[in-house]
């Protein structure tokens, strides 16, 4: 089953969209898993906010994403992911992976703040915070690009929903292919050479 990962800056738009894609694709009848990068990092104890430790969640979150693929549950991620050597790592070890970036341009974010994070980063209160203090790599490889201070809710998600349902196909299609294959025929073992009476 896919792994759709949506990346961005806070406040973008990314778990209230992935949030929707969990309650379409269980409607469907799919088994998904919704794993949010704050939550996670709350359930886990990841509180450092260092490159390091950054490295470490989304490490920590690709592995929870390979085992949820690995028992056929399909997997929506959340999380900002702010550095290209991190996706590099999703697009390398996971199969059938799906990189969506929310995109919004700063003056838009700092006028939504829904979590009063960049009022506190203007206020000196907040350090790192991706896209003002510290790095946001621009993805340059991304499968789709969602546009949340332009499109509507209902326009980001509909392009989220069509790009969820290809992954889907592709992820049938692999099922059906190695289901299809003729299985390996086992070497037969060596004939015993026949006993002499004594």
């Known amino acids: 089953m896919p792994v759709i990962w949506?990346?961005?800056l806070s406040g973008s738009g990314k778990t209230t969209l992935g949030s929707l894609l969990r309650l379409h694709l269980e409607s469907q009848g799919h088994s998904v898993a919704h794993v949010d990068g704050d939550a996670f990092?709350?359930?886990f104890g990841f509180s450092g906010f260092s490159p390091a430790d950054r490295i470490r969640n989304i490490d920590a979150i690709r592995e929870h994403a390979l085992q949820l693929h690995a028992q056929g549950t399909v997997c929506i991620v959340t999380a900002i992911t702010p550095y290209e050597s991190m996706r590099r790592k999703n697009r390398?070890?996971?199969?059938?992976y799906r990189e969506v970036w929310v995109r919004c341009a700063l003056k838009t974010l700092v006028e939504r703040d829904p979590k009063?994070?960049?009022?506190?980063a203007a206020r000196g209160e907040l350090a790192r915070l991706s896209g003002v203090a510290d790095t946001f790599d621009e993805p340059l490889r991304a499968d789709?690009?969602?546009?949340?201070?332009?499109?509507?809710l209902a326009e980001s998600y509909v392009a989220l929903r069509d790009l969820a349902e290809e992954a889907l196909?592709?992820?049938?299609?692999?099922?059906?292919?190695?289901?299809e294959l003729p299985l390996p025929s086992l070497p037969l073992p060596p004939a015993q050479a026949p006993r002499l009476k004594q």
């Open 116 to 120: 009063g994070l960049y009022a506190r």
């Open 41 to 43: 990092r709350r359930r």
């Open 144 to 152: 789709a690009v969602i546009d949340t201070d332009r499109l509507t």
């Open 92 to 96: 390398e070890q996971i199969p059938i």
């Open 6 to 8: 949506l990346l961005g």
């Open 169 to 179: 196909n592709v992820s049938r299609s692999w099922r059906e292919f190695r289901e």
